[in-house]
């Protein structure tokens, strides 16, 4: 296939054909013999070149191809960025993936506040590990800190109490946002709340936000806070998020 400089010169050849064409029939038939010429030797120079496995072609090259392959017309020009369409407007997409920017493990980065062991009189070297422990079928995914019945529990630290919540399972329980609401705290097992507290209130750290009990499924000889935490969606429910084992952080 003739690259642009050659279309050039063939479309040069031909005009002077038409120049030409009134100089009589002499003239005419040279021209002629010009122009298949010029073809055979656009044709032969291009056959040698694909033969011979000549350089690759250049963008521009590809593009002029381009042209006399699409046959309706429409041609993307070369190095075009990639586009996705959104409804009637063209969005450009990205060469690569942003590169995400990684910061502190979750129980390391909360290691640094210095959380406090949410059950007053209860010590870190006193925890024992339970986060992947079996429960019911399923994995704990927390922390069960024993205590006697109506010590009083703590906030780890400041927050919003984001939900007061009974169910089954965990009985009557606290679902604390931090105060960047990234991560929540979860006491459950409760006896009951400390009087007054309500959803929404903001709590400092250390606070008595309620008391130790057996409620939900807690075996009703063995009282004590089930303690758990979570780092919080984008959208900050306070029932979904990552687990993180309080172990880590408390100990």
Same mark, same amino acid.
């Given at each position: 296939?003739?690259?642009?400089?050659?279309?050039?010169?063939?479309?040069?050849?031909?005009? *002077?054909?038409?120049?030409?064409?009134?100089?009589?029939?002499l003239?005419?038939?040279f021209?002629?013999?010009?122009?298949?010429?010029q073809?055979?030797?656009?044709?032969?120079?291009?056959?040698?070149?694909?033969?011979?496995?000549?350089?690759?072609r250049?963008?521009?090259?590809?593009?002029?191809?381009?042209?006399?392959?699409?046959?309706?017309?429409?041609?993307?020009?070369?190095d075009?960025p990639?586009?996705? *369409?959104?409804? *009637?407007?063209?969005?450009?997409?990205? &060469?690569?993936?942003?590169?995400?920017?990684?910061?502190?493990?979750?129980?390391? &980065?909360?290691?640094?506040?210095?959380?406090?062991?949410?059950v007053?009189?209860?010590?870190?070297d006193?925890?024992?590990?339970?986060?992947?422990? &079996?429960?019911?079928?399923?994995?704990?995914?927390?922390?069960?800190?024993?205590?006697?019945?109506? *010590?009083?529990?703590?906030?780890?630290?400041?927050?919003?109490?984001a939900? =007061?919540?009974?169910?089954?399972?965990?009985?009557?329980?606290?679902?604390?946002?931090?105060?960047?609401?990234?991560?929540?705290?979860?006491?459950a097992?409760?006896?009951?709340?400390?009087?007054?507290?309500?959803e929404?209130?903001?709590?400092? #750290?250390?606070?008595?936000?309620?008391y130790v009990?057996?409620?939900?499924?807690?075996? #009703?000889?063995?009282?004590?806070?089930?303690?758990?935490?979570?780092? =919080?969606?984008?959208?900050?429910?306070?029932?979904?998020?990552?687990?993180?084992?309080p172990?880590?952080? =408390?100990?």
């Open positions: 296939m003739a690259g642009p400089r050659q279309r050039s010169a063939v479309r040069d050849t031909i005009r *002077t054909f038409a120049a030409g064409a009134g100089c009589g029939f003239a005419g038939a021209v002629v013999a010009a122009i298949v010429w073809f055979g030797n656009v044709i032969g120079t291009r056959a040698a070149s694909d033969s011979a496995g000549s350089r690759p250049s963008a521009v090259e590809r593009w002029v191809d381009g042209i006399d392959d699409a046959g309706d017309g429409v041609i993307e020009a070369p075009r990639e586009v996705a *369409t959104t409804g *009637t407007a063209e969005v450009a997409r990205p &060469a690569s993936p942003p590169v995400a920017v990684m910061g502190p493990p979750p129980a390391e &980065a909360l290691e640094r506040r210095d959380l406090l062991v949410p007053d009189g209860v010590n870190p006193d925890l024992v590990r339970s986060f992947a422990d &079996a429960r019911g079928g399923r994995k704990h995914e927390a922390l069960d800190i024993l205590a006697p019945r109506n *010590t009083p529990v703590k906030a780890v630290e400041g927050g919003k109490i939900r =007061l919540f009974s169910s089954k399972a965990g009985g009557i329980t606290i679902y604390q946002f931090d105060p960047s609401e990234q991560y929540c705290y979860y006491y097992h409760l006896e009951r709340y400390a009087q007054g507290l309500g929404g209130d903001k709590i400092q #750290k250390g606070q008595v936000i309620g009990g057996t409620s939900g499924n807690a075996p #009703k000889d063995t009282p004590h806070l089930h303690f758990a935490i979570f780092k =919080l969606t984008a959208e900050k429910r306070w029932w979904e998020g990552t687990p993180i084992d172990y880590d952080v =408390l100990h």
